[in-house]
């Protein structure tokens, strides 16, 4: 069964950083995009950063500047590096990847669990 499983949450005063991971396990083809979203009490999930297999990537306007998200393929991880946090940016933080299971199928995205990340002001 394939998992994705994220690290690196916690408490973190504002203007400080920390460094989210998260690791692919299980069984599969290739993996496609990889991001992060996050979601806030009361809001709706947003994508915060995406990679792409060729490490294209992208970033809310929000944190553009602050964060930056990498993988390492040979790992099968995806990292959110982010620094200057804000009070705004605290969230649960879910790591999602498009995997491609077998060859010539469909990818399907799959999501990690979450990890909570709190910003004190």
């Known amino acids: 069964q394939v998992q994705l499983v994220e690290s690196g949450g916690g408490l973190v005063q504002a203007g400080g950083s920390l460094r989210l991971s998260c690791a692919a396990s299980?069984?599969?083809?290739?993996?496609?995009?990889m991001g992060w979203y996050r979601q806030a009490p009361g809001k709706q999930r947003e994508l915060v950063a995406a990679?792409?297999?060729?490490?294209?990537?992208s970033f809310t306007n929000s944190v553009k500047g602050r964060f930056t998200i990498s993988r390492d393929n040979a790992k099968n991880t995806v990292y959110l590096q982010m620094n200057s946090l804000k009070p705004e940016d605290a969230a649960v933080y879910y790591c999602a990847a498009d995997f491609q299971l077998r060859q010539l199928q469909p990818t399907r995205r799959i999501w990690g669990q979450g990890t909570q990340v709190t910003v004190s002001s």
């Open positions: 990679i792409t297999s060729d490490d294209s990537t």
């Open positions: 299980g069984s599969f083809f290739s993996i496609n995009v």
